[in-house]
């Protein structure tokens, strides 16, 4: 055998013989520390020799295998524990260096150590050897994977792979799902974490009844209540159900929602004065169920609105591309909600099967939430906060693209409507300047001679029609079109040009009537005198 081989199995022994000597040494002084407090408050001498059968079934515990110890039965998984091993494990195994040959080595000798604990305790275990190995080897196995994670060459191929095959629009969308369901997770497990900090807030009252009922000094409370931390996770993953709407049990003996908080001849435990009661007050029963819509909404418009590859940017009317790139951008948005949706359901169904266990064989057979209904009530509340977050950024992208749209076409009909009456006022102008030169050559000719200058009535009213006629037509043009002041003032001087014109032309054709009249006069005049023939042919008669 190679010597890096055998380096490898030799390692891997190693990490495993070390992360159960470390889990176990802490683990049994805190359980015989325990055991011996209470033995000297209760006056029980034998407790302190059942520290070390009692330390292998909590190991045996943490790992899902559970025990019954005289009239008292144990089967819900310490989460804190498991939590705190798997990290030991995962310590461990990367400083030893994560290989195949270590990790087969270790589970070998994991297995080993847990069926050898298995052995030697007194109590009685619910699993058998080979499910014992099972669930050990998880244990062990997960620890190495998350130990080999961040320098794994798989994965790294793997992703080297995925960026030479996998288009960039998959692989975003892809991450942001992961990123987002872990965003939700982690959220929910927060709130959960709060839900659990209140009901201890409102319930140590209770949790100090049971105390005294035990008849539990100062240091056997303190002791119990931290070895009951080893639950927390459960009872947060309890509180996520209490929040969606679902609530928990306690076999057929208690059942807690928001709504009722009913139990009867539960057993004298100091953790379970701490589960809460019916919310009588229906504006905070609603304040809490809209916790979680909330927190899902709020994610996902972080998640959309936050600078990124994927962020939603707002288009103006005319950019086509935009637009559709826009239209994409949502659709690949509202993917990644549903599959964040998905996954987010399917860790808290496995957080609840494993937060579930039992504390009896009639009664207490099931202590936790029910799995299904759970997850459909979490799934809906998640869909209607993800659902609302995606069709309020649509109403707002939809929204800011009309307004663009609408203030567009506004000033466009404003400048369309403002160049006719800048034409109609030129056009007035050069119609006024033509009439002008117009009546120009007419009032000479009115001056020179009273034949040509003279026009008759019928004329005169024809052509007052004709200018009236261009005049209304003028206005009428003129008020289909928006007009400024400018053109409004310009046409008003026009029409006062205009009229003093048509003003001088009467007088100019009237004086030159009056001159005409008073030549015929005078011309008259002339005719009636004698000539001088006749004037002579008298005289001559006379005389």
Known sequence: MKPDRLSAIIKGALAALGAMALYAISLGCFIALMLLVISMEEGGESLPSSALPLTEAVILLSQGTGFTAGTTVVAIMPLLLTLLLVALVAQCASRAGVTPLSWGSGAIVWIGLNLMGSGGTTVALHDTPFAIAGKTACVWTIGCLIAAMPAAKPLARLRGWSRERVPEAVRGTALLTAVLAGALAAALFIAGFVACVIWIVRG?????????????ENGSRVLTTIASCAWLPNLVAWAVSWLAGAGFHIGDLGSFTM????????????????LPEGVADDRIRVALQCVIPVIAGVLALLAMLLPGPMKIRPVKPGDDDA????????????????????????????????????????????????????????????????????????VAVAAIYGI???????????H??????ERGHRTGKSRDDADAAHRGPKGRRSAGSASVGTKTDTERDAGDGDTAASTSTSGV???????SERSVRSEADAR?????????????????????????????DKLDQPTKEETDDNNESSD
Request: glycine share 10%; hydrophobic share 50%; with cysteine.
């Open 416 to 421: 369309d409507g403002a160049l006719p009456p």
């Open 204 to 216: 140590w009252h209770g949790m100090t009844t049971l105390f005294a009922y035990d008849g539990m």
């Open 323 to 394: 637009a559709k790139r826009l239209i994409v951008m949502m659709l690949r948005h509202l993917i990644c909600l549903c599959m964040a949706a998905v996954l987010t359901v399917a860790v808290w169904c496995l957080c609840f099967l494993l937060a579930d266990g039992s504390l009896g064989v009639h009664r207490l057979a099931h202590v936790g939430v029910d799995i299904m209904p759970s997850a459909r009530s979490l799934a809906r509340f998640l869909a209607f906060g993800l659902a609302a977050a995606w069709l309020a950024v649509a």
């Open 496 to 524: 006062d040009d205009h009229e003093r014109g048509d003003r001088r032309a009467a007088r100019t054709i009237r004086s030159a009537r009056g001159a005409a009249s008073g030549r015929t006069d005078a011309g008259n």
């Open 477 to 483: 043009r003129k008020a289909r079109s928006i007009r």
């Open 259 to 274: 709504w009722a908080g009913q139990s009867s001849s539960l057993p004298p435990l100091p953790v379970f004065g701490l």
């Open 404 to 414: 663009h749209w609408i203030v567009g076409h506004r000033a466009a009909v404003t």
